[in-house]
Nanobody, 123 residues
Framework: QVQVLESGGGLVQAGGSLRLSCAAS????????MGWFRQAPGKEREFAAG????????YYADSVKGRFTISRDVAKNTVYLQMNSLKPEDTAAYYC????????????????WGQGTQVTVSS
């Protein structure tokens, strides 16, 4: 089992950048694929970015491709989401998630979740 804790959210102007961090507990961090999801008020939780166990594979939603970068630091048991060129529509609570299985990048396929960190982008 793994526990994850997000940090790094905040308020930023459109066009700005933020880096989210997700610290994972446990010694089996490498056994988990990691992902970032987001949920805006009144909307369903949606996939933003994912990274393979090795870090060699990364996957992005079309809405963030080219602007967001996901990475993982094995030594620190941490996953990052670098967000550049932020837009007001990126405003949401961002959640880190982990899974040991493979499959579609949907919330149902992730087993462990953090509490979320709020990102607000002003126009």
């Amino acid at each position: 089992q793994v526990q994850v804790l997000e940090s790094g959210g905040g308020l930023v102007q459109a066009g700005g950048s933020l880096r989210l961090s997700c610290a994972a507990s446990g010694r089996t961090f490498n056994n988990y694929e990691m992902g970032w999801f987001r949920q805006a008020p009144g909307k369903e939780r949606e996939f933003a970015a994912g990274i393979s166990r090795s870090g060699g594979g990364t996957y992005y939603a079309d809405s963030v491709k080219g602007r967001f970068t996901i990475s993982r630091d094995v030594a620190k048991n941490t996953v990052y989401l670098q967000m550049n060129s932020l837009k007001p529509e990126d405003t949401a609570a961002y959640y880190c998630a982990a899974r040991q299985r493979t499959g579609a990048y949907t919330p149902q396929n992730y087993d462990y979740w953090g509490q979320g960190t709020q990102v607000t982008v002003s126009s």
